[in-house]
């Protein structure tokens, strides 16, 4: 659907979004971290900012979601708008944890995001840097 390399430039990934009425999108953190960044270098201007709200599921993977950036993505999107925050093996391109949140949920988020839970079928194990299961609380990977 895009140009190569066309998911780099903002403006037009956005309007990309807006013209082909996309309504979900699978990507990384880096990217909806350009598109805040965008949407402030552009001052906010209200015809850039419209062009994403016709998105309705938003799928992260491959890295970190941090906060910050989920609850700036919010305030331009519609409240109804879900995002998929999914973690996995990045040899296997699977994922095999999942968190679900409403994006109005994440708009005032500050806090760590929780992976979430395994699918069906699938356990998981938290180490700390013994390689040893953790407590609960306690900080792992």
Known sequence: M??????????YLSETICQKQVT???????????????????NNDVDSISRIKTLRNILLAGEL?????LSTLGKYLY????????????????SIINNIKNIHD?????????LGRPLINYEVFILNDKMQPVEKDEIGE
């Open 2 to 11: 895009l140009k190569p390399g066309g998911h780099m430039n903002m403006s």
């Open 24 to 42: 979900i999108i699978y990507t990384g953190p880096t990217i909806i971290r350009m598109l805040c960044d965008y949407f402030l270098l552009v």
């Open 65 to 69: 979601s941090k906060p910050k950036h």
């Open 79 to 94: 409240p109804s708008t879900n995002v998929y925050i999914l973690y996995g093996a990045s040899e296997f391109l699977i």
């Open 106 to 114: 994440l708009r005032n988020s500050t806090t760590v995001i929780p």
